[in-house]
C-alpha cells in the first residue's frame, strides 16, 4: 500500500490541490477582492503551492541524486518546514482576522481606519512568517 500511495495517489491528489490552488488564485486576483480576508487567503493558496511543490519533488527527484543528498538536510527539509509552519499560522492569523471582523468589529474596523490596508494586511501575514521562520531554525542546524 505505501508504494501505491506514494506512487500514484500523492501526485495526483497533488495536482488536484495544485490545480484548485491556481484557481484560487485566478479568482482571487479580481480587483473586487482586495480586502484583507481575501488578501490573506490568495497568500495562503500561493502558500499551499509552495508546500506542495516540496511534496511533489520528493516523490519526483531520486533520493539517491547526490545534490538532493547534500541539499536535503541542510536548505530542503527547513525550507519545507518553514512553509508548512507558515501555512499553519496564516490559517490561524485568517480564523483571527474573522474573529476580529466578526466578533469585534469596533476595535477591527479602528485599526482598519489607522492604518492603511497593505498595513493591516501585513499585521496577520507577518507574524506567522516571522514565527515559521523562528520556530525552524534549529531546522537548518540538523543533521
Known amino acids: 500500500w505505501?508504494?501505491?500511495l506514494?506512487?500514484?495517489l500523492i501526485p495526483i491528489i497533488g495536482c488536484l490541490g495544485l490545480l484548485g490552488n491556481l484557481t484560487a488564485i485566478f479568482i482571487l486576483r479580481c480587483p473586487q477582492l482586495r480586502s484583507t480576508f481575501h488578501q490573506s487567503l490568495l497568500t495562503l493558496a500561493i502558500c499551499d503551492i509552495l508546500f506542495l511543490f516540496f511534496i511533489l519533488a520528493d516523490i519526483i527527484i531520486d533520493q539517491k541524486?547526490?545534490?538532493?543528498?547534500y541539499?536535503?538536510?541542510f536548505i530542503w527539509n527547513p525550507l519545507k518546514n518553514i512553509v508548512m509552519s507558515w501555512e499553519t499560522f496564516l490559517t490561524m492569523?485568517?480564523?483571527t482576522e474573522r474573529f476580529l471582523a466578526v466578533c469585534r468589529p469596533h476595535i477591527y474596523r479602528r485599526h482598519k481606519l489607522r492604518t492603511s490596508s497593505f498595513i493591516h494586511l501585513l499585521t496577520f501575514i507577518l507574524p506567522g512568517l516571522v514565527f515559521a521562520l523562528i520556530i525552524n531554525i534549529?531546522?537548518?542546524f540538523e543533521v
Open 6 to 8: 506514494e506512487k500514484y
Open 93 to 95: 492569523s485568517i480564523a
Open 71 to 73: 541539499t536535503f538536510p
Open 65 to 69: 541524486n547526490i545534490i538532493y543528498i
Open 138 to 140: 534549529p531546522k537548518f
Open 2 to 4: 505505501s508504494g501505491l
